[in-house]
């Protein structure tokens, strides 16, 4: 009891995240499974139908060739480092890191297509 009282007091106070989402143990519904939209589109609502948002950064930063976004930085595969969006180193990625990164993020060849209309094969 004493151990689990004192850590409260220990992890009492605020925590908000760089794009000012603020945590709250209690009341917690971002990212929760259910509700999977952005904190920026939780505050400013959805952009229109056909325009879509890909990070909670919108626009999206420009992924450097043959990187990945990995949250906090961008990710290059073959030196297996994480710099941070100037371009700053932030740390080496282990085996778990690399094959998530692999695996989740997205990548600077990643390319989104609209759907185009199908030529009509009847002729007037």
Known sequence: MFINSALKRVLQGKYTFADGLEYD??????????????????????????????????????????????????????????????????RNSDNDEHEWILRTCRKAWDITTEDEPKPSNSFS
């Not at 297996?80 to 180193?89: E, Q, T």
């Open 25 to 90: 143990e209690e009341k917690w519904r971002y990212c929760d499974g259910y509700d999977r939209r952005f904190y920026t589109e939780i505050c400013s609502g959805f952009k229109p139908p056909g325009i879509p948002q890909l990070t909670n950064l919108d626009p999206p930063k420009i992924i450097p060739e043959g990187c990945y976004d990995c949250g906090d930085g961008f990710y290059n595969p073959k030196t297996r480092v994480v710099v941070d969006y100037k371009r700053k180193f932030l």
